[in-house]
């Protein structure tokens, strides 16, 4: 009984420091044919997101603008000028009235969209959610994304407060 007591009381740190639940920090993440995929909201409807390190930038799919209500702007002032792989040079519209959540975390970013309707055959038949964005290299910098596939889990970073402080200029 004394050798029992002893035991977990040797074993208590680690047994309060092992976690059965993720945190508010992190997000658990399926892969789907390879691809990392994590699954949050778009303008309060069920969305799935790409995880693509290998990209600059963030995207919605513009096939699903009136579906998730998001807007494209159009004109020349208001494109981003991209180059893809085969250096091939393509202006995309910024998307605006865009919310997107993963989580407990609210995504705040400028998101650009093309049509990447294909992406969506690419998945399975059986894959409910649509994916209708690709969350690039600039928000995971931005939030300090941290992927670990092997336990298929999603750490970031909340922002500060300050993160959304407006620069005042003092003179």
Do not use: W
Request: aromatic residues 8%; negative net charge; charged residues 20%.
């Amino acid at each position: 009984m004394r050798s029992t007591l002893l035991l977990l009381l040797a074993l208590l740190p680690f047994l309060f420091s092992y976690q059965t639940a993720l945190d508010e920090n992190q997000l658990a993440f399926s892969v789907v044919d390879q691809k990392p995929i994590v699954y949050g909201q778009l303008n309060g409807k069920p969305a799935a997101f790409l995880l693509d390190t290998g990209s600059d930038l963030s995207l919605l799919c513009a096939k699903q603008a009136a579906s998730y209500g998001f807007h494209l702007i159009k004109d020349a002032s208001h494109r981003i000028k991209v180059i893809g792989i085969d250096n091939h040079v393509t202006s995309m519209p910024i998307a605006v009235s865009v919310e997107v959540v993963v989580g407990a975390l609210d995504v705040e970013t400028r998101f650009v969209s093309t049509d990447f309707s294909r992406l969506g055959k690419a998945m399975p038949k059986d894959h409910k959610v649509p994916v209708v964005g690709i969350l690039g290299s600039d928000v995971m910098r931005k939030y300090g994304f941290s992927i670990d596939f092997e336990q298929h889990q999603l750490s970031f970073e909340m922002p500060s407060m300050d993160d959304h402080a407006p620069f005042v200029r003092e003179d």
